[in-house]
C-alpha cells in the first residue's frame, strides 16, 4: 500500500546510516547517541507482534537459543520483550606485548518490540581468557593492572592502549554482525502459517514457522469431536456416537 511504501522510504535513511554499538570506556554504546546503550533496528511496516514472532523464531530455530516471552508492564506502556545469554567460547585474542591470548565471552542479549522497530541491548558483558576468567578484558582500567586487560586508559578514560585497538576493532565487528545478521533476517522474513486450509492463515507470512492449526470436529454428538480445535468444519464429524435407526442407512440386496 501507499501508506507502507511512504514509511518504507522514510526510514531507509535510518537504515542506510544505520545503528552500529562503538566500544567506549562506558561500554557497548549507539554511535549516533552515546547515551543510548541499545541499537534501533528499523522493520518498516511490521507491527510490534510480527517483530516478536520473527524474532523468536530466529533465536529458537536460527540461533538454537532457548528463549522465554517476558512482559514488561506499566501505568504507562506495555511491551514486549526477549532476553537470552550467550556463549562464545573464542571471542577474540588480545596483543598481550609477546603473545597473543584467546578470550572467551558470556553476554547477555533484550529485545524489545515495538510498531516497526525492535531495541537490540547488550548487557552483562563479561570478556575473559580462556581457562582462568580471572582476568579480563575492561573497557576502561589501568594500564599496570595484573588482572585485566583495559581499552581505554588515563585519568580521563578517553585514550585508547595502542596494543588494545584491535581488541576494541574485534569487539565492534562481532556485535555489528550480530544486528547485521539480525536485521536482514527480520526484514525479509514474515514467520507464520502459510497454508490457506489453517484456521490460523496468515496471509502476510513468506515463512511457515509450524504453527499452522487446522480445523477438527465441534459437535460433541461425533466420535471425531476434537475439544482443542480452534476453527471446525462440517465434513470433519463423520461417525456419531450413539446412531439411531434412522440415522442408519440400509442398502437394498437387489
Not at 554499538?21 to 522493520?43: A, M, P
Amino acid at each position: 500500500t501507499m501508506k507502507k511504501l511512504l514509511l518504507i522510504l522514510l526510514c531507509l535513511p535510518m537504515i542506510g546510516f544505520g545503528n552500529k554499538f562503538v566500544v567506549t570506556s562506558d561500554g557497548l554504546r549507539n554511535n549516533t547517541n552515546l547515551e543510548k546503550t541499545y541499537v534501533i533496528i528499523y522493520t518498516p511496516g511490521k507491527t510490534a507482534d510480527q517483530n516478536y514472532n520473527s524474532a523468536h523464531y530466529y533465536i529458537k530455530h536460527v540461533l538454537n537459543q532457548n528463549v522465554s516471552l517476558n512482559q514488561n508492564v506499566s501505568e504507562e506502556n506495555e511491551s514486549k520483550y526477549i532476553s537470552f545469554n550467550t556463549n562464545i567460547p573464542h571471542l577474540l585474542d588480545v596483543d598481550n606485548v609477546m603473545s597473543y591470548i584467546a578470550f572467551s565471552a558470556n553476554y547477555t542479549t533484550t529485545l524489545t518490540f515495538n510498531n516497526d522497530s525492535i531495541l537490540f541491548e547488550i548487557s552483562d558483558l563479561d570478556i575473559y581468557m580462556q581457562g582462568n576468567s580471572k582476568y579480563k578484558v575492561v573497557f576502561s582500567g589501568s594500564y599496570l593492572s595484573m588482572t585485566s586487560h583495559a581499552i581505554y586508559i588515563g585519568k580521563k578514560k578517553s585514550k585508547i592502549q595502542q596494543r588494545m585497538k584491535q581488541t576494541k576493532t574485534d569487539i565492534e565487528n562481532y556485535f555489528n554482525n550480530q544486528i547485521d545478521l539480525f536485521e536482514n533476517h527480520l526484514i525479509k522474513s514474515i514467520y507464520g502459517c502459510t497454508d490457506p486450509k489453517a484456521c490460523n492463515y496468515d496471509m502476510n507470512a513468506n515463512t511457515d514457522d509450524g504453527s499452522c492449526l487446522f480445523p477438527g470436529c465441534g459437535d460433541t454428538l461425533y466420535l471425531e469431536y476434537d475439544s482443542t480445535a480452534i476453527c471446525f468444519e462440517g465434513n470433519r464429524c463423520k461417525t456419531l456416537k450413539n446412531p439411531t435407526k434412522s440415522d442408519v442407512v440400509v442398502k437394498s440386496k437387489g
